[in-house]
């Protein structure tokens, strides 16, 4: 799974000038946090709080090729 | 029995008696040399604010380090400065950044030598905060992946020892488990359980140019009011794995050192910080103390208060007077 969503986010380097020098692990790293976030509420049973993260997955997993700001502003549209 | 049957004074006449009874030993294999490392090549800056102190490239750090060797100071503790920085600190767990390189030419010129790295995102963040921003605030869970991301990236390179020092809920735990699922189940965490959000740092944030560039670290190191909180924080962290406790600053909170030593009996390091270490050498450059007997009673003070190891600007100068 992580593997998975790793390729999706790849081709995001593409947005940022110089995102081929990110280091390989980004990927792997921006798609762990969310895993975290979303194995923490499963252990607990709170499944009903996961839709409610999005917007702060969204601006996690962006935020390496397009900067805060935009990353959420893009979360704030699609969270 | 009191005076005059009994009389301390008798055993403190001479040196030979004085050794006989003393409680406490400040060696050099209980000091830890932190050091700076920068991109570049031959690279040898001074620090202005922390006289003696210097930022080094790897190959003038691997130098240094065999002075520091030859000292028998127990090891080194490394920070990274990198040339770019980003908002989410990728630096921090580049295979190829600063510290991962520098870890491995340590290593690869000096395999003896004991090479802890500090884990944290401040020197590595554009806002100079310790994790990923959201909304202002730190977000810690987020974070938690990120550290241990680069944690996991010292171990490969070599790093004998990992010390988290971000202050974030839950970090040596998920290192640890990280650690541990990528093989590393040897590397051990040097946990700053007691990171008070200090004034002693000023100098530290201008070596490591980390200073934080909105706000400040309050809402993640500790209230330099709260002793109890901080033996919390050392027993949790103790609970998620950690093998070695650290308080940080040291002279301070010595009373903080002695009672996590004594509330979990577990490993113990103070961090002697760079505002300590300055103010001695301000006040030896003005020929106001003797530096060489204040700096070495503060670090057997620091040792007397309970803790096993220091982590001093101090190792290398004072290594060679107690030799």
Known sequence: ?79 | MPFPATRLRRLRRTEALRGLVRETELSASSLIQPLFVVAGEGVREEVESMPGVERFSISELVAEATEIGALGIGALLLFGIPSEKDETGSGAYDDEGVVQMAVRALKEAHPELTVITDVCLCGYTSHGHCGFVRDGDIDNDLTLELLAKAAISHAEAGADAVAPSDMMDGRVGTIRHQLDEEGHSRVPIVAYSAKFASAFYGPFRDAAESAPQFGDRRSYQLDPANAEEAVREAQLDLQEGADMLMVKPALPYLDVVRRVKEETGAPVAAYQVSGEYSMLKAAAANDWIDERAAALESLLSIRRAGADAIVTYYAKEAAAWLR
């Open chain 1, 1 to 79: 799974m992580v593997a998975h969503f790793s390729e999706e986010l790849f081709v995001g380097r593409g947005l940022r000038p110089g995102g081929d020098h990110l280091p390989q692990i980004t990927e792997k790293a921006m798609v762990g946090g969310v895993a975290m976030l979303v194995a923490q509420r499963l252990e607990r049973g709170t499944h009903a709080e996961l839709p409610a993260l999005a917007p702060e997955a969204i601006q996690f997993v962006l935020t390496p090729y397009l900067g805060s700001e935009e990353a959420k502003t893009v979360a704030a549209r699609h969270g």
